[in-house]
Antibody
Framework: EVQLLESGGGLVQPGGSLRLSCAASGFTFSSYAMTWVRQAPGKGLEWVSAISSGGGSTYYADSVKGRFTISRDNSKNTLFLQLNSLRAEDTAVYYC??????????????WGQGTLVTVSS | EIVMTQSPATLSVSPGERATLSCRASQSVSSSLAWYQQKPGQAPRLLIYGASTRATGIPARFSGSGSGTEFTLTISSLQSEDFAVYYCQQYNNWPRTFGQGTKVGIK
């Protein structure tokens, strides 16, 4: 069974940093692209970032470009999202999700349960 | 960026009735369109990919259609467990984009 478990969320002050992790199991992690999607409280889904299976290609939403960095450690079956220069509008549940293929050109299935990031002073 | 627009925002349906949800893309996304279901406090779940292919384990009462810029998700006979928010998402272009969601509630 494919499982994705996010961690690393919490309360951080504006301008601060956090590193989110997503531990994957139940599939060959190194063969699949991965993505992060966030959801602000009471709002819809917003795609944040994606990374190809080998890590050589990365993609970002304009709203996070230059502040967030996606990466992965295929030896540890773990996906990361480094969040810097955080703003109040970054407050959201952050989900990691598995892409159907290696290049990140597909749909997302399954999703983890999410980790909450709250940016507030 | 491709803007995905879903309608209606809210849909009230009686159990056993048919529900039809629409999703429009601001430019063609071919058939690179997925639908997700999200219940309160849960992560989204994939329902449909490729505009019309049901994901593994998804009941046959869910069907998707369309291509280009106009897409439809149909739930043929609503069950109690189908009351949720539904999102469409395009994966034809970067950045990936979602619609704002359609909430299907009990009438």
């Amino acid at each position: 069974e494919v499982q994705l478990l996010e961690s690393g969320g919490g309360l951080v002050q504006p301008g601060g940093s956090l590193r989110l992790s997503c531990a994957a199991s139940g599939f060959t992690f190194s063969s699949y692209a991965m993505t992060w999607v966030r959801q602000a409280p009471g709002k819809g889904l917003e795609w944040v970032s994606a990374i190809s299976s080998g890590g050589g290609s990365t993609y970002y939403a304009d709203s996070v470009k230059g502040r967030f960095t996606i990466s992965r450690d295929n030896s540890k079956n773990t996906l990361f999202l480094q969040l810097n220069s955080l703003r109040a509008e970054d407050t959201a549940v952050y989900y990691c999700a598995k892409d159907k293929g290696a290049a990140g050109a597909n749909w997302f299935d399954p999703w983890g349960q999410g980790t909450l990031v709250t940016v507030s002073s | 960026e491709i803007v995905m627009t879903q309608s209606p925002a809210t849909l009230s349906v009686s159990p056993g009735e048919r529900a039809t949800l629409s999703c429009r893309a601001s430019q063609s996304v071919s058939s690179s369109l997925a639908w997700y279901q999200q219940k309160p406090g849960q992560a989204p779940r994939l329902l449909i990919y490729g505009a019309s292919t049901r994901a593994t384990g998804i009941p046959a009462r869910f069907s998707g259609s369309g291509s280009g810029t106009e897409f439809t998700l149909t739930i043929s006979s609503l069950q109690s467990e189908d009351f949720a928010v539904y999102y469409c998402q395009q994966y034809n272009n970067w950045p990936r984009t979602f619609g704002q969601g359609t909430k299907v509630g009990i009438k």
